[in-house]
């Protein structure tokens, strides 16, 4: 069983950057495909960036391609994603997940193992 920790977030102005971090213990990351996701208050969670065990394959969400971009170092076990030009409807807690299949998946439901979340707040 694998355990997430996020790190990273803060509280930035409009256009400023931050990189979070998804550090795994327990197992190996590079068994697992990752996600991040974010939930703002009062909304559903929503997809932000998934890529797979490889780091070969990413895919994102229409809302963050361009400015987001999500790595994987597997000798360090962990998962990052910088996160660029960032706007105010940016800001939510930030989740990263790990999904034992090997399809990618947008969703939700689909991952088997969460991390505690870090908060992203941008100011305009």
């Known amino acids: 069983q694998v355990q997430l920790v996020e790190s990273g977030g803060g509280f930035v102005q409009a256009v400023d950057s931050l990189r979070l971090s998804c550090a795994a213990s327990?197992?190996?990351?590079?068994?697992?495909?990752i996600g991040w996701f974010r939930q703002a208050p009062g909304k559903e969670p929503e997809f932000v960036a998934t890529?797979?065990?490889?780091?070969?394959?990413?895919y994102y969400a229409d809302s963050v391609k361009g400015r987001f971009t999500i790595s994987r170092d597997n000798a360090k076990n962990t998962v990052y994603l910088p996160m660029n030009s960032l706007k105010p409807e940016d800001s939510a807690v930030y989740y990263c997940?790990?999904?034992?299949?090997?399809?990618?998946?947008?969703?939700?439901?689909?991952?088997?193992?969460w991390g505690q979340g870090t908060q992203v707040t941008v100011s305009s």
């Open positions: 997940a790990a999904r034992g299949e090997p399809s990618l998946s947008t969703s939700w439901g689909d991952y088997d193992y």
């Open positions: 890529v797979d065990w490889s780091g070969a394959l990413k």
């Open positions: 327990g197992d190996t990351i590079s068994n697992y495909n």
